[in-house]
Every structure is written in structure tokens, then in C-alpha cells.
DNA sequence: TGAATACTTTACTTTTTCGTCAACAATGTC
DNA sequence: GACATTGTTGACGAAAAAGTAAAGTATTCA
């Protein structure tokens, strides 16, 4: 179970962005700055998060990157599924072996497995703002916290 | 956010371990056969499970697989730790893109959200058993759906 | 209109992960 | 004790992910 790069940088370069005063943006080459990331890479990043709506691009001398959408309305959770294959068919075509499709394509112990750890992540995430992730370490530490305790992850209601 | 190779396949090859009969093993042909990989891929997995204690192995003409406890005992959450890098150090220490180190080493936003995350999975996953993951897709489904709902992950009171 | 800036897009290179192979070591059987 | 069987281990090759490069397109400003 593991976060990928893309996953990882999309984040903190949305971060940056939501840490920008109101009608501010950043370009390619800040951002890749400010994250130690290249601008080619950061370019790629920026690129997915443009495509999903999540971000909004300039070009030309006064260009550059801007959050589509006020920080406390875009959640972690959509964050991630962005750069994601978040489709449990997708899933069972990889991890078929050497076989064709998977042995276990018709009846499989794991998918159920599977469903609630997805369900449960989204849940979690999707009670995450980038508003929240903008300030200090301890701060968002302690916010996530009380987060966490009030509204507990029942991830399966839904 | 992914399930990588390995956690898949060894969650599987155990699943088939606890299909067994009790006192009965299985050869890593066998375990390979029955799920659609090679006999030298399963052989990796159950290496790395016989490492962690959650195997016994017995080599020659006898020799074979077999679970070190019965199955009830055995959770998915220890089985996946096996085969991941859970520190969250070595996380920093990837992602440091064009830098030596992690330019937000100090002071960073996104470290609270993996700490929560990480422990509401684990916190998920150990209340799953292999002997839960035997049965039919259907019925492992609507088992472990009872049991999300009747314990709901309320991660960070640990 | 032309030059500078900055995003866009595709192709390529590098790195990491995954899977295989082959030689080795241990166990049981005849 | 020789042989067949089976797990062990490390090295190698293939596949996928990550990152880079470069050519292209749009925008602004003089």
C-alpha cells in the first residue's frame, strides 16, 4: 500500500498553490522551485491536475497556475483520484500472473478486501480540504486530529 | 494510492495455505498452479512470509508451505506489513525530487495526512482475518460489511 | 507585428520494480 | 549413501513508472 510520486507532488504543488493570496498564481518554474521538483516535472503534474479540473492554466508573459476552486472545496480525496486507476476491473487485470485475466476473475476473496480499504481511504480523504494542509505541520497534525475523532470513518454506510 | 505486487499475490498464496485442510501443506508448484503464477515468483512471496513468521517452511522430498498459526490468528494488516516499507521516514526520504533531501523535511503538511491514513488502514485491515477470506466472494463480502459496520474505524484514538 | 514568456504535448531516457533463472542447500526415500 | 524432490539465495533481464527534453502553441507587451 503506497502513495506514487504523482500522487505525492500533485499534492504539495497544490499546496503551494492554495497558500497564494486571493487572485495569485504560480508558474512552472516557481512551483518546481518551491518543491524542489524539476519545472519539466512539475509541468507534468500540473498538466493532470488541469486536465481534472482542479487547477486552471494561463499561458503567455502574464501565465501560469491558479486553483479552479476556492482551497476548503477541493478535498484530498479528489486530489488523489486524479492520478489513480481507481477501477477495481482495472485492478484485476493486473495481477493476473502468467495467466490471461486472473484465476480468480469469477469468484475472489480479495476484491471484497479491496472494496472497503478503497472505501475507507476515500472516506478519510474526502473529510481532508487542501485548506486544511496550508499551515504548519503541528497545526495540521492537531486539525486532522479532531478531525479524525469527531466524524469517525464508517466507511461502509454509504 | 496501490496495492503493490507482492501484497497482492502473498495475501493470495495464503489464502490457498488456508484452504488447506489442517496439518496439510502445499509445494510452491502447487501454490503456484493454483494461483496462476510461477513456481519461482511464488517462491519470492513465501520466502518473505517464511522471514516474517507468518509461514513454516520444510524442504525435501516431503517438504512444502504451511501457515505458522491457524488462520483466525493471522490478520491481513500483518500480512501486508510484511511486504511494505510502513516508516514514514523512508517516505520523506523518496520524494525528495531534484534535492537531497525532502525540501519540507522540517515543516510538512502532507506528513499528518499519511500518519492518519496509515493508521486508519492498518486499523481496518487487523480486523480482518485470513480465516474470514476462505470462503465464496459473496459471503466474504457481506461478512466483512457486517463487521465494518458494526466496528467503525475510529483510527486515532490508538 | 515580433519577441519574450509560459503552458502543451509527445517522445525519449532513466530508474525502479517485478519476475525469471540457475546454482545451491537441505530433507526424505530406497 | 545416492538420488530425487523441495526450499533458498543471489544475479539477471523485462516491464512499468518516473522524470527529462524538445518542439509546438497561445498570450502579452512593446
Known amino acids: 500500500m503506497r502513495i506514487t510520486a504523482q500522487e505525492e507532488y500533485g499534492l504539495r504543488c497544490l499546496i503551494q498553490l492554495a497558500r497564494q493570496p486571493d487572485g495569485q498564481g504560480l508558474t512552472l518554474k516557481q512551483i518546481g522551485e518551491r518543491e524542489g521538483i ?17 487547477v486552471k ?16 472545496q477541493i478535498t484530498v480525496s479528489e486530489i488523489i483520484s486524479v492520478f489513480e486507476n481507481a477501477d477495481l476491473e482495472e485492478h484485476c487485470k493486473n495481477f493476473s500472473g502468467i495467466q490471461e485475466v486472473c484465476i480468480h476473475n469469477a469468484d475472489c476473496g480479495i476484491r471484497p478486501v479491496l472494496q472497503i480499504l478503497n472505501e475507507t481511504v476515500r472516506q478519510v480523504l ?7 494542509l496550508v499551515h504548519h505541520e503541528c497545526e495540521v497534525s492537531q486539525r486532522l486530529f ?6 469517525p470513518a464508517a466507511a461502509m454506510s454509504a
Do not use: F, H
Request: glycine residues 10%; without cysteine.
Open 146 to 151: 479532531q478531525l479524525q475523532r469527531a466524524a
Open 38 to 54: 524539476s519545472t519539466a516535472n512539475a509541468g507534468k503534474v500540473l498538466w493532470l491536475l488541469s486536465n481534472a479540473g482542479i
Open 126 to 132: 474526502s473529510q481532508i480540504t487542501l485548506a486544511q
Open 57 to 72: 492554466s494561463a499561458r503567455g508573459i502574464k501565465g501560469g497556475y491558479m486553483l479552479a476552486r476556492p482551497p476548503a
